[in-house]
């Protein structure tokens, strides 16, 4: 067990949208550093499979919360179920999609999207980030994406939430550093989880191999506290590099599109 861990940030943890992929990484590498765990998924199989491992593997406590983080009541039954709890870190890793143009794609979808990706998030730090301020301790680890740095044709909602949780990260880092609350968002490529399989990309010279989680949660925690933003991966780092720095905006775009159309465009 950590205890510098613990004494930094707090003794629990919440990690919504925790029962697969990298909300699953994230719970196992924070239980392994000696943090408590709140686990909120919508399924809660797999999610109690999960804790019972990490209370049998580490000796931590865990609590599991069956919640839509796309709804006011989910979201209040996660604040409900954590009031009594000292909340140091919080972990917003749930995220939508839709792969598609943006006008094949009905209104109540690209809501939705926002609704998980964006009124998720800032109902939880709302909630969470004011006692961390008061305790002078704390840390939020916000999911963003590489989308994020250029528009991304056929996610165009996804990305540019991704983009807002990435403005709002940098933003927090910078806010919430002289209260001791360390705020980073983390920009994953392309990522070996359930929901980057379901979505059956075809793979291209740039993602024939997604990153494993494991790296991806070991680089975001190393980087809480230093940076606002981490791109996992060297690889990825790179061509973030090309994207943002490199290439002018309008060819970034086109690259992104030529990449998102080589991955999901109908055969
Ligand atoms: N994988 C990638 O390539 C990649 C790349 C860039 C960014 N990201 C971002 O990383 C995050 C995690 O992605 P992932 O690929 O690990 O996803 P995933 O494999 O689909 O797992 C998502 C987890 O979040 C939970 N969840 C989803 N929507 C929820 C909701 N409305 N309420 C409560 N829980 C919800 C799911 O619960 P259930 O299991 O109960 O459904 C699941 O445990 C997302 O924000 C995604 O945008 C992923």
């Known amino acids: 067990m950590d205890h510098f861990w613990v004494r930094r940030y707090g003794p629990w943890a919440v990690v919504a949208g925790a029962a697969l992929g990298l909300g699953a990484e994230f719970c196992r590498q924070l239980a392994a550093l000696g943090a408590n765990l709140v686990m909120v998924a919508l399924e809660t199989d797999e999610l109690d499979d999960l804790a019972a491992e990490l209370r049998d593997q580490h000796g931590i406590e865990t609590v599991t ?13 996660v604040i409900d179920a954590t009031g009594e709890l000292d909340v140091g870190l919080l972990v917003y890793n749930a995220g939508l999609s839709a792969t598609a143009p943006f006008l094949d794609t009905p209104l109540s979808r690209h809501l939705a999207i ?20 008061e305790r002078g301790r704390g840390g939020v680890i916000l999911l963003s994406s590489m989308s994020s740095l250029t528009g991304t044709p056929l996610v165009s909602t996804y990305a540019a939430t991704k983009a807002f949780t990435r403005n709002l990260a940098e933003t927090l880092w910078d806010e919430l550093a002289p209260d001791g609350v360390h705020v980073t968002a983390v920009l994953p490529g392309p990522t070996d989880t359930p929901g980057y399989r379901s979505s059956a990309p075809r793979p291209t010279r740039l993602t024939a191999q997604p990153m494993s989680v494991t790296p991806v949660v070991a680089e975001t925690l190393a980087a809480l506290g230093r940076r606002p933003t981490i791109v996992p991966g060297r690889p990825n780092r790179v061509a973030a590099t090309v994207i943002e720095r490199v290439l002018p905006r309008r060819m970034a775009v086109r690259f992104m599109g030529r990449t998102m159309r080589a991955m999901y465009a109908r055969k």
């Open 65 to 77: 919360l069956t919640a839509d983080l796309g709804t006011r009541k989910g979201l209040n039954e």
């Open 114 to 133: 926002v609704d998980v990706n964006i009124r998720g998030p800032l109902t939880l730090l709302d909630a969470f980030v004011p006692a961390m301020v």
